[in-house]
């Protein structure tokens, strides 16, 4: 696909060369013309991800023909791409000034200003936004992750709720639980994700902030049933490896086993990766609602095991599990969370043993030596 793409980049370019190469066949072509060829040119980087050449093309189409909006539009998207903002504002500000009522232009002028850390100026162009038209997708969504960002949790509540109520996207209900969650009102961020996971049942972010809020409110039957729901896809994409899976390769060397992790890990999508760690980290809240809370030490250690295979590790959260010392299970967890550790040991009492055997031979040497020498002088 990039092969293609790279040839019509080729292609467009020999275009380029014959329409100016002074062909006796071709006496005129029109700025307007060429400038088109330019921005098809551009497009083709763009897609490319040569974004440095693409706005080579699109600023050549700008000056070919002023009046060709797209062209200057998209060189500013590709300075967006470059992190080039000043550059971006500038080429926004011309295109304002031809179209001053250009809304799409304005919300992409107000979002630069975000990621150049002016929210201010950001939030002031939003809002002119939204005094025109109030319900501007864009403006009501950034405007409230802006807020949201500054801790203003309820005027980007209002926001997102004007969203929802226009266009009814799943995204924006999980904001609106997230923001409640933030604000500390887990009753309300529940109502919200049972909405969220009435019509995506399986999205990862809504199960475990589901879990976490049940967890604050003390139902920990019902945030145990949430973080579970996360087993289960674990379990449907990857089976039952990680938890009941036999060793039969015992003779395994440690370089081997590093590799075979590496290759695991590289060949697995972001999703997979999302899921797998979201799997070891939310095994790990099971563990601890069921030994802490509810008492279990079976289910509590199993949890925990899962986790611990998972390849899940948090110092702060083991800490805090292993401040329990009076706890029945407090011994076997302890040795399970100190698994490297006690390797860690391990190995350093071999290379300590091995130093000695180097040493003990050293001086068996020495002591020939010396034998040798005794001799010699008889």
């Known amino acids: 696909m ?26 005129y072509v029109s700025a307007s013309d060429a400038a088109e060829v330019w921005y098809n040119l551009g497009n083709a980087y763009t897609e490319l991800g040569e974004n440095s050449e693409a706005a080579k093309a699109f600023l050549k189409a700008s000056s070919l023909d002023p009046s060709f909006s797209s062209a ?4 500013a998207r590709v300075y967006i791409f470059l992190e080039q903002y000043d550059e971006a504002l500038t080429q926004l500000e011309l295109l304002l000034e031809k179209d001053p009522d250009n809304r799409t232009v ?29 319900g501007s997708q864009n403006a009501l969504y950034n405007s409230a992750v802006i807020l949201e960002g500054h801790e203003e949790y309820e005027s980007a509540l209002e926001r997102y709720k004007k969203l929802d109520e226009l266009y009814s996207d799943e995204d ?24 969220k996971l009435d019509k995506e049942p399986d999205n990862l972010a809504s199960l475990e902030l589901a879990g976490d809020m049940y967890s604050d409110l003390k139902r920990y039957p019902e945030a145990v049933l949430s973080y579970q729901g996360i087993k289960e896809l674990y379990l449907n994409v990857f089976g039952e490896q990680g ?13 081997s086993e590093d590799t075979d992790e590496e290759d695991s890990s590289d060949s697995l999508s972001q999703d997979q990766l ?20 509810l008492e279990d030490a079976e289910n509590g250690i ?21 401040s329990n010392e009076d706890a029945v299970w407090f011994d076997e967890v302890s040795a399970m969370l100190s698994i490297d550790d006690e390797d860690d040991s391990s190995s350093t009492e071999q290379d300590d043993s091995s130093d000695t055997e180097d040493d003990d031979t050293d001086s068996s040497d020495s002591d020939s030596d010396s034998d040798s020498d005794s001799d010699s002088s008889e």
């Open 243 to 255: 938890e009941d899976e036999d060793s039969e390769d015992t003779d395994v060397t440690e370089d």
């Open 106 to 134: 304005k919300e992409v002028e107000a979002w630069v200003y975000h990621l150049k850390e002016d929210d201010d100026t950001a939030l002031e162009i939003y809002n002119s936004i939204l005094e025109d038209f109030d």
């Open 2 to 27: 990039i092969l293609n793409k790279h040839f019509q980049a080729v292609l467009t370019t020999m275009l380029l060369s014959l329409l100016f190469c002074g062909c006796s066949s071709i006496r």
């Open 72 to 75: 200057g539009f998209n060189l």
């Open 274 to 293: 999302d899921l797998e760690e979201a799997y070891g980290r939310t095994q790990f809240k099971v563990a601890e609602i069921y030994l802490v809370y």
């Open 172 to 195: 924006v209900i999980f904001e609106i639980a997230n923001t409640y969650a933030k604000i500390g009102d887990s009753e309300n961020a529940l109502l919200w994700l049972d909405k």
């Open 302 to 322: 199993e949890a925990l095991q899962n986790s611990v295979d998972s390849g899940w590790q948090s110092e702060e959260d083991y800490e805090r599990l292993l």
